[in-house]
C-alpha cells in the first residue's frame, strides 16, 4: 500500500457548470475540500447537489471550469489525457452505482483487467486478483461471469478490481444504491473494514442515512456547495 | 486480453454477429466467383494464344522484327533464315522446350475454278504442332498428315469461312497462288483435308494452312520465316526465353526470340480490362462490406457507451479501447472470410459442376462454357484482404469512442 504524505485528495475552489439544452446548471460553487490519506469520508447530498460532479473532479474523470485539484500532490490541471489516465489506472480505484463490469470476463478476469493494463507478470496478477477477491468474499465465484452472479456479489467484484491495484484512494459513487439495504450493509461494512485494515482513502457518495450515520467524516452538499461537515469522535 | 475481450464481444449479440458474418462471407464469396471468372478467363485466353498457333516463344530473323532489309523483305513478304533445320535442333535440346516447328507466312489468292478469295496462308509442321500440344479445330474432315507431303499430294486446311466463299468441302481440290521472292506468281492444286476455325469470324473467313513443304513448294523457296517454340509449362516462358536469347547471342545471322504476350498485345489489354472491371466490382463489394460491418459496429458501441466510459475511468487508454474494436473486426472479418470461402469454393464446385454455356463473345465462334478457376493463392490472397479492410470497418466506431466524455459516457442510458 502506496501512502503519500500529501493528503489524498486537496480540492481548492471548484466550479462546474453544465449547459443542458438551454440551461446551466452550476454542479459545483466553490468547493473546498481536503481529505487525508487513509481517511473514509462520504459526500452526503440530495439529488443534484453535486456530490458526483465532485467525486469525478477528484477522479480526474472531468475538469473544472475553475479551481484545481490534487491528488496525492499532483496538480490534476497540468497533466496531459494520458497522464490523467495513468493515475486513474495506478492511483485510483473506482466503484460505480450500477457495477459496470465488463459483462464478457469473468469476476476474475475483471479484477485481472486492470492489472494487465499496468503491464504486470502474470504470476504477479494471479496472485494479487486471488488477494483481492479473496478479501472481498468472492474466493469461490472468480470463474462466475457477472450475469452468474447476484448484485451484491458484482459490487464485490468490482470492489476487488478497485483494490487490486493497491491505490492510494477508492472513489464509489453510490455503490449500495442498486442495492437491497442488508446486501448495501454488507457492502459498507466491507468498505469500512478494508479502510481499516489496509488504511486505503474512501471517498463515497451517497444520500443513504444508514451508511451516513456509521461514517467517520461527513461531508454534506447543496446547490453545489459544503453546507455541513461532520466528524465522528473516533 | 483485448484479443479475448473482442472475441467474446462478438457473442453478445448473435444474431447481429451473425447477420454480420452473412455479409462478410457473400462479399468474400464474391470476390472469389470473381476472382475464379476473371483468372479463367486470363488462363483461357493464355492458353488459346499459346495452342492457338503463337506457341510460347518464337525465333526468328531480327530483320523479322526490326524492319525488311533483304531482297525479299522488300517484296514485302517476312525475311526468312536458311539454317532452321540446324537452329530447331539447337533450340529442340535447350532446358524447358518441348519441341519447336517452322512456319511460313504468305497471301495469295484461292481458287475452284469458279469462285476465287484471298487468303492469309500458314505453312506448318503438323508433327511439330502436335508435340507442342496446338490445336486446330476442326469443323469437318481431318488434320494435314504428319510425314511431309510428295508433290502432286499436297494438303490444306481451311477457314470455315474461306471454304464457304470457295463452297469448298473436305475432298475437294484447290488450286492455291501466291507471288514468289523474285516476284513471280505461283500455284499449286492442293486437296482440302479438312476445315476449321480460328474461333474468330474475321480470321475464320481468310486463314489457311498447309503444310511446310508445301508452302516452300508454293513460295519456290527451302527457307522458313520462324520458329515457333512450345515449351514443357507456360510458367518456364521467362527463363526460356532469356536462356534461347543467351544461345543465339553471337550467332551470324542476329536471331531475334520474342514470347507470346508480347506477340499478343491483345492479350495484355484484354487482361487490363478485366483487371479493371474486377477492381470495380471488388471496390463496390468492399465498400458494401464495410459500410455494413461498419454501421453494425457503431450500433454495437453505442449500446456499450457506459461500458466504454467505465473502462476509460479505470485507466484504459481511447488507443486500447480502438484496438478492442479493431480486433472485434478482424475477428469478423477472420471468420467472415473463413465461412465466405468455403460457401465460394462450394459455388464454384457446383457452377463447374453445372456446365453453363455462355453467349460467343464479339466476333468468336463458339459459346464459351461458365467456369471458374480457383487457385490457393486467390483464396488466401481473398481472406486477408477481407479480414485486414475490415479493420477499415472499425475506424467510425474508433472515432466516436475518440470523442466520448467518460462523465457522459458513465450516465449514458
Not at chain 1, 5 to 16: N, Q, T, V
Not at chain 2, 294 to 299: A, D, E, I, V, W
Request: proline share 4%.
Amino acid at each position: 500500500m502506496r501512502l503519500p504524505e500529501s493528503p489524498a485528495f486537496e480540492a481548492r475552489g471548484l466550479f462546474k457548470t453544465y449547459v443542458q439544452g438551454k440551461v446551466t446548471v452550476e454542479a459545483l460553487s466553490g468547493v473546498d475540500l481536503t481529505v487525508p490519506t487513509g481517511q473514509f469520508l462520504v459526500i452526503a447530498g440530495s439529488s443534484g447537489s453535486g456530490k458526483s460532479t465532485l467525486l469525478h473532479l477528484l477522479g480526474g474523470l472531468d475538469r473544472p471550469d475553475r479551481g484545481k485539484v490534487f491528488v496525492a500532490g499532483t496538480d490534476l490541471a497540468g497533466l496531459t489525457e494520458h497522464e490523467r489516465t495513468a493515475i486513474r489506472r495506478r492511483d485510483l480505484g473506482f466503484v460505480f452505482q450500477s457495477f459496470n463490469l465488463v459483462p464478457v470476463l469473468s469476476a476474475y478476469e475483471n479484477v485481472e483487467y486492470g492489472l494487465w493494463l499496468d503491464g504486470m507478470a502474470r504470476h504477479e496478477r494471479r496472485r494479487r486478483v486471488e488477494d483481492a477477491l479473496e478479501a472481498v468474499g468472492l474466493a469461490d465465484r472468480m470463474r462466475h461471469r457477472p450475469d452468474h452472479l447476484s448484485g451484491g456479489q458484482r459490487q464485490r467484484v468490482a470492489l476487488a478490481r478497485a483494490l487490486v491495484h493497491e491505490p492510494i484512494a477508492v472513489l464509489a459513487d453510490e455503490p449500495t444504491a442498486s442495492l437491497d439495504s442488508r446486501t448495501g450493509a454488507d457492502i459498507v461494512k466491507l468498505l469500512l473494514d478494508l479502510n481499516a485494515t489496509r488504511r486505503t482513502t474512501f471517498v463515497f457518495a451517497t444520500h443513504d442515512p444508514a451508511i451516513i450515520a456509521r461514517s467517520p467524516r461527513v461531508v454534506h452538499l447543496a446547490d453545489g456547495r459544503v453546507v455541513d461537515e461532520r466528524r465522528s469522535a473516533s | 486480453m483485448l484479443a479475448l475481450i473482442a472475441l467474446r464481444n462478438l457473442f453478445r449479440n448473435r444474431r447481429r454477429t451473425f447477420l454480420s458474418l452473412g455479409i462478410v462471407s457473400v462479399g468474400t464469396a464474391g470476390l472469389l466467383l470473381t476472382a475464379g471468372f476473371v483468372r479463367n478467363s486470363f488462363d483461357g485466353l493464355r492458353d488459346a494464344v499459346i495452342q492457338g498457333g503463337l506457341g510460347h516463344l518464337e525465333v526468328a530473323p531480327t530483320s523479322d522484327i526490326e524492319g525488311a532489309a533483304s531482297p525479299a523483305d522488300r517484296s514485302g513478304r517476312p525475311p526468312s533464315f536458311r539454317e532452321w533445320l540446324t537452329l530447331r535442333t539447337t533450340i529442340e535440346g535447350r532446358p524447358h522446350v518441348r519441341a519447336a516447328g517452322a512456319v511460313i507466312q504468305f497471301t495469295g489468292v484461292a481458287t475452284n475454278g469458279e469462285r476465287s478469295a484471298s487468303f492469309i496462308g500458314l505453312a506448318v509442321e503438323p508433327d511439330r504442332e502436335r508435340r507442342m500440344g496446338m490445336e486446330t479445330k476442326l469443323r469437318s474432315g481431318v488434320n494435314l498428315p504428319e510425314k511431309a507431303a510428295l508433290a502432286g499430294e499436297d494438303r490444306v486446311l481451311l477457314g470455315v469461312g474461306l471454304a464457304r466463299a470457295l463452297t469448298a468441302v473436305p475432298g475437294d481440290t484447290i488450286a492455291v497462288m501466291a507471288a514468289t521472292p523474285d516476284g513471280s506468281l505461283n500455284a499449286v492444286d492442293m486437296t482440302v483435308a479438312g476445315l476449321f476455325t480460328t474461333g474468330f469470324q474475321e480470321l475464320d473467313s481468310r486463314i489457311l494452312k498447309t503444310q511446310v513443304v508445301t508452302g516452300q513448294r508454293l513460295l519456290g523457296t527451302d527457307l522458313v520465316n520462324s520458329l515457333i517454340v512450345g515449351l514443357t509449362e507456360t510458367s518456364a516462358t521467362l527463363q526460356a526465353e532469356t536462356d534461347l536469347r543467351r544461345a543465339f547471342a553471337g550467332s551470324v545471322q542476329p536471331l531475334s526470340v520474342l514470347n507470346w504476350e508480347t506477340r499478343a498485345p491483345f492479350y495484355s489489354q484484354v487482361r487490363s480490362l478485366y483487371s479493371g472491371i474486377f477492381a470495380f466490382l471488388g471496390t463496390i463489394v468492399t465498400l458494401l462490406v464495410v459500410l455494413s460491418i461498419s454501421n453494425t459496429m457503431l450500433m454495437s458501441v453505442m449500446e456499450r457507451v457506459r461500458e466504454f466510459g467505465a473502462l476509460l475511468a479505470i485507466g484504459t487508454s481511447r488507443a486500447q479501447l480502438a484496438r478492442l474494436l479493431i480486433f472485434e473486426a478482424l475477428w469478423l472479418g477472420l471468420f467472415g472470410a473463413i465461412a465466405g470461402s468455403t460457401l465460394g469454393l462450394s459455388l464454384v464446385s457446383v457452377i463447374n459442376a453445372l456446365r453453363i454455356d455462355m453467349p460467343p463473345p464479339p466476333g468468336a465462334v463458339d459459346p464459351i462454357q461458365l467456369t471458374l478457376a480457383v487457385v490457393p493463392g486467390d483464396v488466401i490472397g481473398i481472406c486477408a484482404f477481407m479480414t485486414v479492410i475490415l479493420a477499415g470497418a472499425a475506424v467510425p466506431p474508433m472515432l466516436r469512442v475518440f470523442r466520448l466524455q467518460i462523465v457522459d459516457a458513465l450516465g449514458h442510458v
